[in-house]
C-alpha cells in the first residue's frame, strides 16, 4: 500500500481481530478509534508524517488515544535522535535507523523509526517513506503466519528486515572501495582525494548508528521488558549478533578506506619527489653553465661581429663551449654513479 501525495500524515492500519482476520485499511477516524479500543489480538498503525510532527492530529492520537508519555511523543516527533529504546512500563519506545547509500556521491543517509510497542500493538511513526518498513509491511498481509505470534515478534521482524538492509549498504560502499584502490596508483588529480574522503566520512556515518544499535538490541535481548515475552528475547539476540557482526565489518571498512587514504598520499608524495628530484637535477646541470657565463660574461666577439672570423676569439669559444658541455656531463654521470636518479 503506497502513500498518497500529501503534506499531511497518512495513517495506515493492520488489525488482526480475535478470529484470526487480517483487516488492511487505511485510518478513517472511527474505524481506528474502535481498534484501539477493541485492544483486537493485534493492531499496527503506521504513520507517515512529511509535515514532521506538525500535523495536530497525530499529536492528539499519540498522546490522547494511545496515552503515550508526552516525552516519549515529543522524541519520536523530534527527528534528531541517536538509536535508544526507553521502558515505559505498559509500552516501550525505540529510535531505530535505516540506512541507504548513494553510490555516486559516496553518501550514506540515515533514516530515523519511531516504534511504540505494547502487548498486542506496534505503532510505526517516520517522516519520509522506508522501503524496509514497506517490503514488511507487504509481506504481513501476504502471509498471516507474521502476525500470529503478537506485537513483540513482529518487531522482532521489522528489526531483522532493518538489520538486513545494512549489508547492501556496505557492500556497495566495499565495491566502490575496490574501484578506488584499481585507480589509486595511477590518478594524481583532487578528485580521487575527494571520492576517498566521502567515502571515509560515510563509514564514519555508520559507526554513529551502528554503535547504539546494537546497545538497543543487546538491551532488547536481556532486559525484563513487560511487553516482550521471555520466550521472544532469543530472537532479538539473533538481530544483536547480526549488528555485532556489522560493526566488526564496519571496522574493516574504516581500516580499508583509511588505508586507501594513506596509499593515496604515499603515491602523490612518491611522484612529487619523483618531479622535484627531476627538477633539481636539471638545475644542478644548468648551474656550472649559470656561473661560467656569469663570471666571464662570454663577450667572445663583443659589438663588431668582424671579430667573430678571428681565430683566436674561435679557439676561445670552443674551449669555452668544451667546458660547459663537459660540466653538466660529468655531474651527470655522478649523479647516476651515486644511484640518485
Known amino acids: 500500500m503506497s502513500y498518497p501525495s500529501s503534506s499531511l500524515a497518512q495513517i495506515r492500519m493492520l488489525q488482526r481481530a480475535s478470529d484470526g482476520t487480517l483487516q488492511p485499511r487505511v485510518e478513517d477516524g472511527a474505524s481506528l478509534?474502535?481498534?484501539?479500543?477493541?485492544?483486537?489480538?493485534?493492531?499496527?498503525?503506521?504513520i507517515f508524517d512529511p509535515s514532521e510532527g506538525e500535523d495536530a492530529h497525530v499529536v492528539r492520537l499519540l498522546r490522547e488515544e494511545f496515552r503515550f508519555h508526552p516525552l516519549a511523543v515529543d522524541d519520536a516527533l523530534d527527528e534528531s535522535h541517536l538509536p535508544k529504546v526507553d521502558d515505559w512500563g505498559e509500552y516501550v519506545y525505540l529510535v531505530l535507523h535505516t540506512v541507504s547509500f548513494d553510490a555516486n556521491l559516496s553518501h550514506v543517509r540515515t533514516h530515523e523509526l519511531d516504534v511504540f510497542v505494547g502487548r498486542n500493538y506496534l505503532v510505526t511513526y517516520h517522516t519520509e517513506p522506508l522501503p524496509t518498513l514497506e517490503r514488511l509491511w507487504q509481506s504481513v498481509q501476504r502471509d498471516d503466519r507474521r502476525s500470529r505470534r503478537g506485537a513483540d515478534y513482529l518487531l522482532y521482524q521489522l528489526c531483522d528486515a532493518i538489520a538486513s538492509d545494512y549489508m547492501p549498504c556496505m557492500d556497495e560502499i566495499d565495491a566502490a572501495l575496490d574501484a578506488i584502490q584499481g585507480e589509486v596508483?595511477?590518478?594524481?588529480?583532487?578528485?580521487?582525494?575527494?571520492?576517498?574522503?566521502?567515502?571515509?566520512?560515510?563509514?564514519?556515518?555508520l559507526r554513529r548508528v551502528l554503535g547504539p544499535q546494537r546497545e538497543v538490541f543487546a538491551k532488547l535481548a536481556r532486559g525484563d521488558f513487560a511487553v516482550i515475552d521471555h520466550k521472544e528475547r532469543v530472537y532479538f539476540r539473533d538481530v544483536y549478533d547480526h549488528f555485532v557482526r556489522l560493526t566488526d565489518l564496519n571496522e574493516a571498512l574504516r581500516d580499508l578506506v583509511s588505508g586507501a587514504m594513506d596509499t593515496y598520499l604515499s603515491v602523490v608524495a612518491n611522484h612529487t619527489n619523483n618531479v622535484v628530484k627531476a627538477l633539481t637535477i636539471v638545475s644542478l646541470l644548468f648551474m656550472p653553465l649559470t656561473f661560467i657565463t656569469g663570471f666571464f660574461g662570454m663577450n667572445f666577439f663583443g659589438a663588431n661581429i668582424e671579430l667573430a672570423f678571428d681565430a683566436d676569439h674561435w679557439l676561445l669559444f670552443v674551449v669555452a663551449m668544451g667546458?660547459?658541455?663537459?660540466?653538466?656531463?660529468?655531474?651527470?654521470?655522478?649523479?647516476r654513479h651515486r644511484g640518485w636518479w
Not at 478509534?33 to 503506521?46: F, G, K, P, V, Y
Not at 596508483?185 to 556515518?205: G, H, P
Open 323 to 335: 667546458v660547459m658541455l663537459a660540466f653538466p656531463v660529468a655531474m651527470l654521470l655522478y649523479i
Open 33 to 46: 478509534l474502535t481498534a484501539i479500543a477493541e485492544r483486537s489480538t493485534l493492531l499496527w498503525i503506521d
Open 185 to 205: 596508483f595511477t590518478r594524481f588529480d583532487a578528485a580521487l582525494a575527494e571520492r576517498i574522503a566521502r567515502l571515509k566520512s560515510a563509514v564514519l556515518a
